[in-house]
């Protein structure tokens, strides 16, 4: 009897011979969805990977324009326009330009007239700065002198001129500047043109990387901005 039992006991149960198994059918079509979800969340992370990586570089490109930006009007607001550095050529008037002829050719139009040079001066009339965009290339210099009666001479760290500006993200495409108003307040107590001078800076660039979208990667930045300046004491 005991026997029995034992026998009875390591005998497998009739029901588990009795379940389903999986189909090869089965099999396939559960690895085949399977392999699409994989794909799909694999799609999904690298998409958004890019897309984080893009808007991290748009950023960077955005940095550096406002880099340039900020650059110049900081020194708009400190500086004011050398009027003397742009030819005038109604009147035929000399362009008081150094040796490098950085004033030479570069012109006020009419009023609300683009430029791609923009000349700055300081209040004391002894530091003068140009900015200049050409080629693509944009860059500056910075010129000293001891008097009002004395020859310009390039300050420290411009010994070979013009300095470029070094852009890594971006592609400068068109800077420009619009000085307002286009005549000196400063020459006449009695004038029209009394009021504080400013200049409109506009800058296009593109961003270079290859996680850009060339044709979405273009901005354009444009701002403002009046000089502190309310006297010369150079004239």
């Not at 748009?58 to 004011?80: C, G, H, N, P, S």
């Not at 012109?107 to 001066?121: A, E, K, S």
């Not at 006449?188 to 990387?209: D, F, H, R, W």
Request: charged residues 20%; hydrophobic residues 40%; proline residues 3%.
């Amino acid at each position: 009897m005991r026997f029995r039992n034992l026998k009875n006991l390591f005998k497998r149960p009739q029901r588990a011979l009795n379940l389903p198994a999986f189909t090869l059918v089965e099999l396939i079509v559960g690895m085949v969805i399977f392999t699409i979800f994989i794909g799909i969340a694999s799609t999904s992370y690298l998409f958004l990977s890019r897309a984080l990586r893009g808007a991290v570089e748009m950023r960077k490109v955005y940095a550096e324009a406002r880099f340039l930006v900020d650059k110049v009007t900081q020194d708009i607001r400190r500086y004011t326009i050398d009027y003397d550095c742009y030819e005038d050529g109604a009147d035929g008037r000399p362009d008081y330009s150094s040796n490098l002829l950085e004033c030479l050719g570069i012109q006020l139009g009419p009023q609300n007239t683009y430029t791609d040079t923009l000349v700055l001066i300081s209040a004391n009339g002894l530091t003068r700065t140009v900015y200049k965009f050409k080629n693509g290339s944009f860059s500056v210099l910075e010129l000293v002198r001891d008097s009002v009666a004395s020859s310009w001479i390039m300050a420290p760290g411009y010994a070979r001129g013009f300095q470029v500006f070094q852009t890594d993200k971006v592609q400068l495409t068109k800077i420009q500047f619009v000085v307002s108003p286009v005549k000196s307040p400063y020459t006449y107590a009695e004038s029209s043109n009394q009021y504080q001078p400013s200049v409109n800076m506009m800058i296009q660039a593109k961003g270079i990387s290859s996680l850009l979208d060339l044709d979405k990667s273009q901005i354009q930045l444009q701002t403002t901005v009046s000089s502190r300046v309310y006297s010369v004491n150079f004239k």
